[in-house]
């Protein structure tokens, strides 16, 4: 800590475990005691909010092997036996399986039309000069921060009046047409920093616009639609106001309203455990790819605010 | 690479931009013209009434309370979450203590642990996690409860959610814990970039850990502090208090209108009460609101910019 090293830890410090750890060896202890005090508490704060981000999480998972009784009567004792019918009652009963495919085919063609329309679009905006080039590009920003639900409320009547609600196909062109700001910010920035002599050589050799593109700058593009990509897949996952406004058919619900409706009606069936399956079911695919792809996830979530 | 270029960017343009202002631009539109007339979302005749929803609005008792607390949301939260996102940040990038042989500056043992498990919340939906801390939050049966129980504090069992003087902040405090890690890493990354030789010039003038934060990591992290500022009060206004306060709270938006945010009235107005244009008035005050605070966090927050 601060401009000395120490060795081996000071007593007051034997309360963070991390500090503990962290102890080098060797140079003579020489440190102000205002400073391990403060030290102290470093280390406790961050491991407090450790526990804390980890302490619902693991909850959840040990409620969701439980029975009902022992959910109410004693919130924090381990389950009696790991009831892992809790589980298969969520997923067939519950409708959970009807969720989980609804929202792979919503969040899977979404994706897929996110990042084929934003790239196109954020490649002619980044690369090409004709009027209106800027107004187009800060219509397409200005959706960033603007309130959502202030347009959904015609939104509703608009698709309603096009026959989409409560559609997949319907909710598919949403998360598009609302992902493709972020996208088109975000993707028109990583055309501009790629070399234009690549294309330039490309059209030279007879290769068209619409072939240069897709044959040369995507693939150039890849680590940016990777990042963008991963940003949308999350976003679009984990949606829960778009369809809850504009896909009120239970049988089309995606995951987060499956389990918003499921908390309601449990409530009456009094099937908290199968609930609780539920939201783990959720949660761990999720948890499961991020601590895998851990370093694309938060390069893809933080890319956006760091530009 | 001229030849058949309009044609080209006509072509590649058409379908984003059309589903853009067919889904996005034109519903905005609309929305602030609906404004302005009687139209209840039920049926499709309506008439103007020029500002008539809007004098309604300056006397309904609901949309102020909602309007005091989206504009809680908008300045508390940041403030909290920054706060506390910076702290970290500092603690797992700069605080730990100088390895001999190892560079002047380094994070704390066990740095990278932290920043994978402070950003779990971020990946995972809000409404789930509202899910599960109305579950967390519930009176007689939820962990928190249980918890004080266990610790011997029989006699604090609040009411949490059902109490109109807590439900807010229990709300509040979701909020924050689902976003910190997202900044704790955002900030991270941020820090990562200043250059070592700062800290080890203000280390040799004898500058401690607090004053190194405040003059030199704080200042230079400026620009990313204050667009996680906008980001996390834009979400603070719209998406993120929709979901949290429409599952979590009673009505949802109670107990007695203690929790109802701009938003989520809104959503009631047009959904629930048949009053689409009297929805889409408090919708453009929530515009209104949001615009304002991007624009005074841009303008207070402007500082020469520092190069390094």
Not at chain 1, 67 to 76: H, L, R, V
Request: aromatic share 14%; hydrophobic share 50%.
């Amino acid at each position: 800590m601060k401009t000395t090293e120490t060795s081996a830890p000071v007593p007051a410090e034997s309360g963070a475990p991390v500090a503990k750890v962290g102890a080098p060896l060797g140079a003579p202890p020489k440190e102000k005691k205002e400073g391990a005090v403060l030290n102290v508490f470093s280390h406790g704060m961050l491991v407090l909010w450790a526990f804390m981000v980890v302490m619902p999480l693991l909850w959840a998972v040990m409620t969701s092997f439980k029975d009902d009784k022992s959910i109410f009567s004693s919130p924090w004792s381990l389950p009696d036996k790991l009831h892992f019918d809790n589980w298969s009652r969520a997923w067939t009963q519950a409708n959970m399986s009807d969720y989980f495919l609804n929202t792979v085919l919503v969040v899977g063609g979404s994706l897929i039309g996110t990042l084929v329309l934003g790239s196109m679009a954020a490649y002619v905006l980044a690369r090409f000069d004709f009027p209106g080039n800027r107004f187009i590009y800060y219509l397409f920003i200005g959706g960033m921060s603007f309130p959502i639900m202030l347009a959904l409320v015609p939104l509703f009547y608009v698709v309603n009046n096009m026959g989409l609600l409560n559609t997949i196909h319907g909710l598919i062109l949403v998360y598009i047409a609302y992902s493709l700001p972020f996208t088109v910010f975000f993707l028109t920035a990583f055309f501009r920093t790629l070399p234009t002599s690549v294309a330039e050589a490309a059209f030279v050799d007879g290769a068209s616009h619409s072939r240069t593109f897709f044959q040369i700058m995507l693939p150039m593009a890849k680590p940016g639609l990777i990042s963008v990509g991963i940003f949308n897949f999350l976003g679009q996952w984990n949606q829960y106001m778009l369809p809850t406004v504009l896909n009120t058919d239970e049988d089309k619900h995606v995951l987060t309203q499956g389990l918003v409706q499921l908390a309601v009606s449990q409530g009456y069936k009094g099937d908290w455990s199968g609930l609780f399956a539920g939201l783990v079911m959720a949660m761990l695919p999720v948890l499961a790819a991020y601590i895998l792809f851990q370093r694309q996830v938060v390069q893809g979530l933080t890319a956006g605010a760091l530009k | 690479m001229q030849h058949g270029k309009y044609r080209f960017v006509v072509g590649f343009l058409a379908v984003p931009l059309g589903l853009y202002a067919l889904f996005v631009v034109w519903p905005f539109i609309q929305s602030i013209y609906y404004s302005f007339t009687d139209w209840t979302g039920l049926s499709p005749e309506f008439k103007m009434v020029g500002f008539d929803n809007y004098s309604r609005m300056l006397d309904d008792d609901i949309f102020w309370k909602s309007l005091q607390h989206s504009l809680l949301f908008a300045l508390l939260l940041p403030v909290v979450t920054i706060g506390l996102a910076l702290f970290f940040a500092f603690m797992i990038n700069v605080g730990g203590r100088r390895r001999k042989g190892g560079p002047v500056i380094s994070g704390v043992r066990g740095s990278g642990f932290y920043k994978i498990v402070y950003f779990f919340p971020q990946v995972l939906s809000i409404a789930i996690v509202a899910l599960l801390f109305q579950f967390a939050y519930n009176p007689d049966s939820g962990a928190i409860n249980s918890l004080l129980r266990g610790i011997g504090l029989d006699s604090v069992q609040p009411l949490w959610l059902g109490d109109p003087n807590l439900a807010l902040w229990c709300v509040m405090a979701v909020l924050v814990w689902s976003t910190v890690g997202f900044f704790v890493v955002l900030f991270s990354a941020g820090m990562a970039s200043i250059p070592a030789d700062l800290y080890e010039a203000a280390l040799l003038d004898g500058a401690n850990r607090i004053t190194t934060f405040f003059r030199i990591t704080l200042p230079l992290l400026w620009d990313t502090v204050q667009s996680g500022w906008v980001y996390m009060g834009i979400l603070a206004l719209g998406a993120e208090s929709f979901a949290v306060v429409g599952i979590m709270t009673t009505g949802p938006g109670g107990p007695d209108y203690s929790t109802t945010v701009m938003v989520l009235y809104v959503y009631q107005k047009a959904f629930r009460d048949g009053q689409a244009a009297y929805a889409t008035t408090i919708g453009v005050a929530l515009l209104v609101v949001t615009l304002a605070f991007a624009a005074a966090v841009m303008r207070l927050g402007r500082r020469e910019r520092l190069e390094y």
